[in-house]
């Protein structure tokens, strides 16, 4: 496609308004000329011969009659091997490459290659000359981090693809030609491990979605236990500023059961992600004992990077994860916080004028979230294996107060809810995820009624709670005390999880239907102790005990002498 060009015609912050000749289509790139630089921007929005487009750098110096060059394609990103442990911007620019060539202070106009162009890649052909093939079906293999990396017939082609020619075992770069394909019209081209798809355009190179319904262990027991998560699923952590958010991704990054993280990271300030950037490569990766960059991509991006970079960076993430998951690959994306995506949505529907919505968020705002995690989902290929990505967004919704567009419109559409809430915080009960408010439409790893029944504790146990501050606890029955220490004890040993212990930090399933049937029995045993005096030292214990045992390593001496001592003190007051 031939690009055409335009001139400005109007500046109004990040947004240009240029008249054109000819074609130009929603999502197109351009390239705003000034001087020397080239500054890359979008087409948002068309209206007769005159286009508008955010601009993904400042655009301080650009004027009225500046040239545009149209690219005739749409924002799109680079997919190939190599893009496993690299750390990009929103517009996939690797960042440390970046900062290397120009300092912390970024050049405008400066864009770099996604993949290495020097990087050889040992491929193994699986298909054979004369094969016929569709979109996304296999080429070969190269070996990326732990991973066999496929190479796909690129997700654009229509038809069928007859192999003419397929090279041979050996070394070759991303954009070296690996087979020559024949479409339906009989037209040969050349076809590199490389290709390029545009962000906003999901991929859809599988035979059928399925349903999310296989959990997906995340180690986090509030989470799988009672608010889980589905493999291909969605989920959204709403929390005030400090809640836990931050750390609840990361955790989850490392120990959740997945191939691959990509994470897309929209900070709330610019400190913020710097430490992301500088913690994340030192994790080793539980499984492999290797760095956990291994198998993890992050987007980055800080508030003092123009909006428009901002919006393009989950988009961006998004189409990376669904290319793994193309690769028969368990995937899971985390969006931290989609607040700071949806005020970039704003502020760009502002400068267009456009008719906002609520607090000035545009009309669209609840389709456009819901175009996101509907890109989530577990499907199964062309040759019956199947893959996955799972989407967890934050949302940080000023004052904590769930009540405002984005968390309500992100409600609507993802499958878990897991509310963080400023009381727990405060109090340290980690993760603070709100065990009355939170809820998810998933099966847990454990038995329904066990879930439903330990969630009546809770809630009548927190009854007593509030009832107590009021009556105290001479005017509180001894029973209903008991049912108040029960609550209290499940929060403190099952629900809080030390974030920051070797052990007690991540919970495989097995252990916690094993220690879930414990509590389970215990929560529904009567308490037979002649006071509350008596009530309250017997929960003292057990709390000390099952707090000692979450931290042992499972069958080990310890935890074995721990699970004694934890069936005696229930024997006694049976
Ligand atoms: P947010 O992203 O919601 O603003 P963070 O994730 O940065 O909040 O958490 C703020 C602080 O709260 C952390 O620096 C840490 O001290 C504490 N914290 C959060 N989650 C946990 C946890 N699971 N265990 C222990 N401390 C935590
Ligand atoms: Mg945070």
Not at 336 to 350: I, K, M, N, P, V
């Amino acid at each position: 496609m031939a690009g055409n060009t335009g001139s400005i015609v109007g500046v109004n912050g990040n947004m240009i308004t240029v008249a054109f000749e000819g074609a130009v289509s929603q999502n197109e790139v351009g390239y705003a000329r000034l001087g020397e630089l080239r500054l890359m921007s979008e087409v948002v929005r068309i209206r007769g011969r005159h286009a508008d487009l955010q601009v993904f750098e400042d655009t301080a110096g650009l004027g009225i009659g500046d040239q545009v060059e149209f690219t005739g394609e749409l924002l799109s990103v680079e997919l190939g091997p190599g893009l496993l442990a690299q750390i990009f911007d929103g517009l996939q620019n690797p960042l440390p490459q970046l900062a290397e060539q120009c300092g912390f202070f970024l050049r405008r106009g400066t864009y770099l290659k996604a993949l290495p162009r020097d990087v050889r890649w040992a491929f193994t052909p699986t298909a054979k000359v004369g094969d016929k093939l569709t979109a996304s079906e296999s080429l070969g293999h190269v070996p990326e981090g732990i991973f066999e990396h496929r190479i796909m017939v690129p997700f654009g082609w229509r038809g069928t693809a007859t192999v003419v020619e397929i090279a041979p075992p050996g070394s070759y770069t991303v954009e070296q030609c690996i087979a020559k394909l024949k479409d339906e019209q009989g037209q040969v081209r050349d076809v590199a491990m490389l290709q390029r798809w545009p962000v906003k355009v999901p991929i859809e190179a599988y035979a059928e979605r399925l349903r999310p319904t296989e959990p997906l262990t995340t180690k986090v027991r509030i989470v799988d236990t009672f608010f889980p998560v589905a493999r291909g699923g969605t989920y959204c952590i709403p929390g005030p500023f400090g809640a836990g958010k931050t750390v609840l991704q990361q955790i989850t990054s490392r120990y959740a059961e997945v191939d691959v993280v990509v994470i897309a990271a929209c900070g709330e300030r610019a400190g913020e992600v710097v430490e992301t950037l500088r913690e994340f490569p030192e994790l080793t990766d539980p499984r492999t004992g290797k760095s956990l960059m291994t198998r993890t991509v992050i987007i980055c991006n800080t508030s003092s990077m123009p909006v428009a970079a901002r919006e393009a960076s989950v988009y961006t993430a998004v189409t990376l994860a669904s290319y793994y998951r193309q690769m028969a690959l368990n995937v899971l994306l985390l969006a931290d916080s989609t607040s700071r995506w949806a005020q970039a949505l704003r502020e760009t529907s502002g400068r267009l004028e456009e008719i906002p919505g609520e607090e000035a968020f545009p009309a669209y705002l609840e389709s456009v979230i819901a175009g996101f995690y509907e890109r989530g989902g577990v499907v199964r290929l062309k040759d019956g294996k199947t893959g996955s990505v799972t989407i967890g967004g934050s949302v940080s919704p000023a004052g904590g107060n769930f009540d405002e567009p984005v968390t309500q419109a992100t409600l609507k559409v993802v499958g878990a809810f897991h509310g963080l809430s400023r009381a727990r915080s405060d109090a340290r009960r980690f993760p603070a995820i709100d065990p009355l408010e939170s809820w998810s439409k998933y099966p847990s790893l454990v038995p329904t009624d066990m879930v439903e029944s330990a969630r009546r504790v809770l809630r009548d146990g927190n009854d007593v709670g509030q009832m107590m501050k009021v009556v105290g606890e001479e005017g509180t029955s001894l029973e209903d005390f008991i049912l108040y220490l029960k609550a209290e004890y499940l929060d403190s040993v099952y629900l809080q999880q030390d974030a920051f212990h070797d052990v007690d930090c991540a919970t495989p399933a097995e252990r916690q239907r094993y220690v879930f049937g414990f509590i389970d029995r215990l929560l529904q045993k009567p308490i037979g102790v002649k006071d509350k005096a008596a009530a309250r030292r017997l929960f003292h214990q057990l709390t000390q005990a099952t707090k000692d045992w979450n931290r042992a390593g499972m069958g080990s001496t310890e935890f074995r002498e721990l699970e004694e001592k934890l069936d005696k003190l229930v024997a006694e007051v049976s």
